[in-house]
């Protein structure tokens, strides 16, 4: 039998292996045969493999990049990748969310940021954030939760060319907590210990997008992990085996974890939800 779902992957690694298998799990439990899905990498793929595919699954942002600029039209649906990062990919390639084009996103809404907010630090009244080149487009959005979270939002903009430190001095100085948005721009792997560093001195909480920042860190993480990633996918695409399109709009994980760090909460002398 030909496979009807390709799944490509922008590389080998944990994570987005277990998103595949998690997604091959959940397929299987409602009744699609393995056989019907084929599982490559985007150098595996390249551009002239069989086309014949009723969907293809991209995980990441190489193989969303890949699919998206393909000549070839299947429909794609792109997962494990940031709204930003998607948002991008359709920029450049001038190409439009539809029935046949469509994600799931891998960060979280910000009235989900927000929410946990003032659930588990109900005395927060300043929630700091630091803007970068591709969150930036989203702050309008995080402005108007403003009225129905109570919160003033203390925010910087960052530019990619300038040291990060007064942005961050300014913003810890007039905040509670300090939410971090996924933006590469900002936090990367050459920046983040220096902003967990400064914000624990200034004993100012870190609500951030990845369990691996907390292990660093942060307080707190809101995240979706690959594995809940991949039963969502497989929702779709039993969808679109059964004749459904695409859903005509992008979305957001609807099942998410929360990591915590307890010394972390200790030494600020928070108890969360209290």
Do not use: C
Request: hydrophobic fraction near 45%; avoid cysteine.
């Amino acid at each position: 039998m030909a496979a009807s779902v390709l799944v490509v992957s922008s590389e080998r690694n944990a994570a987005y292996g277990e998103a595949a298998e998690s997604l091959m799990t959940e397929l299987e439990r409602g009744g699609v045969a393995r056989t019907e899905v084929k599982f490559v990498t985007v150098s595996e793929w390249g551009e002239g493999g069989d086309r014949s595919f009723k969907l293809v699954v991209t995980l990441g942002f190489e193989a969303a990049q890949a699919l998206v600029a393909s000549e070839a039209r299947p429909p794609v649906l792109s997962a494990l990748l940031p709204r930003s990062s998607f948002e991008r990919i359709l920029r450049v390639s001038g190409r439009k969310v539809s029935g046949q084009l469509s994600a799931i996103y891998l960060d979280q809404p910000l009235s989900r940021q927000v929410a946990l907010i003032r659930l588990a630090l109900p005395s927060v009244r300043r929630v700091g954030v630091l803007w970068g080149t591709e969150s930036f487009i989203h702050a309008p959005a995080l402005r108007s939760l403003a009225p129905s979270s109570g919160f003033q939002f203390v925010e910087a903009n960052v530019i990619a060319s300038e040291p990060l430190f007064p942005d961050l001095k300014r913003v810890l100085d007039d905040s509670d907590v300090l939410l971090a948005l996924a933006d590469p721009t900002v936090f990367n792997s050459n920046t983040i210990q220096n902003v967990l560093l400064a914000s624990f001195r200034a004993r100012v909480p870190v609500l951030a997008f990845s369990p691996a920042y907390v292990r660093a860190g942060a307080l707190m993480a809101l995240y979706v992990t690959p594995t809940q990633v991949g039963q969502q996918v497989a929702f779709v695409v039993r969808g679109v085996l059964q004749g459904k399109p695409l859903p005509s709009s992008p979305s957001y994980a609807q099942n998410f974890s929360v990591a915590v760090h307890e010394p972390v909460a200790r030494s600020l002398g928070l108890a969360l939800g209290a």
